[in-house]
């Protein structure tokens, strides 16, 4: 059974103060590993898809990075609009159909 | 801007009633859509996979005759949560894939949160 796990569960960040998320995730063949940004109260925000362990990708404050068995989500000089839950989603490449599998995600705040 | 729109954004019933909760694709055809369901402090869990024109397919433990979906076109998915209890008190998100390749992401609506007196 795939399983999504990540960490911290929360985080307290000043102003500037840079940070990582983690996401360790099993699954049997990856087709694809999402990240979410969700706001309190509304859905899922799509942020970023890595396919293969090395990929990065990059949206201002925000870097994604995948190896084989987590995935990383770097917050450089983070602002008070940054705070948010960060979902990280796997896909399997087989067997799986279109489902999603969620972690239950980093409750990040950042302070001024 | 948002591709997945779900209406309405907070509903409010009594024990025993039904509610109907609406998803649309905007500006592209989704001939299969996704109904999520969060707990708090939980994670996303899939209920079903609605397939236009056809019968949704449901995940396992989900009673597929009290969370009724209902595909009728290509923009409008429909979940509908039969004699509802205050156990289905949730938040209920629906999804798509703007069609393209079979690694494109999927995008969620702004949900829907039910709460049953």
């Known amino acids: 059974e795939d399983q999504v796990t990540q960490s911290p569960e929360a985080l307290r960040l000043q102003e500037g103060e840079s940070s990582s998320l983690n996401c360790s995730y099993t699954?049997?063949?990856?087709?694809?590993l999402f990240w979410y940004r969700q706001d309190p109260g509304k859905g899922p925000e799509f942020l970023f898809t890595?396919?293969?362990a090395g990929e990065e990708k990059e949206k201002e404050r925000l870097k994604a990075t995948l190896t084989k068995k987590e995935s990383f989500l770097h917050i450089t000089a983070p602002k008070p609009e940054d705070s948010a839950t960060y979902l990280c989603?796997?896909?399997?490449?087989?067997?799986?159909?279109?489902?999603?599998?969620f972690g239950t995600g980093t409750q990040l705040k950042v302070e001024l | 801007g948002a591709v997945v729109s779900q209406h309405p954004s907070r509903v409010i019933c009594k024990s025993g009633t039904s509610v109907k909760i609406e998803c649309r694709s905007l500006?592209?055809?989704?001939?299969?859509m996704f109904w999520y369901r969060q707990f708090p402090k939980k994670s996303l869990m899939l209920m079903a996979t609605?397939?236009?024109?056809?019968?949704?397919?449901?995940e396992q433990g989900v009673e597929k005759d009290k969370f009724l979906i209902n595909h009728a076109s290509l923009t409008l998915s429909t979940l509908t949560v039969t004699s509802a209890h205050p156990e289905d008190s949730s938040f209920y998100i629906c999804s798509a894939r703007i069609p393209g390749t079979a690694y494109s992401p999927l995008h969620f609506g702004n949900g829907t949160r039910l709460t049953v007196t």
């Open positions: 890595l396919y293969s």
């Open positions: 699954v049997s063949g990856l087709r694809g």
């Open positions: 989603a796997v896909r399997r490449l087989t067997g799986g159909g279109n489902k999603l599998t």
């Open positions: 500006d592209f055809q989704a001939t299969t």
């Open positions: 609605s397939n236009e024109g056809s019968k949704a397919t449901y």
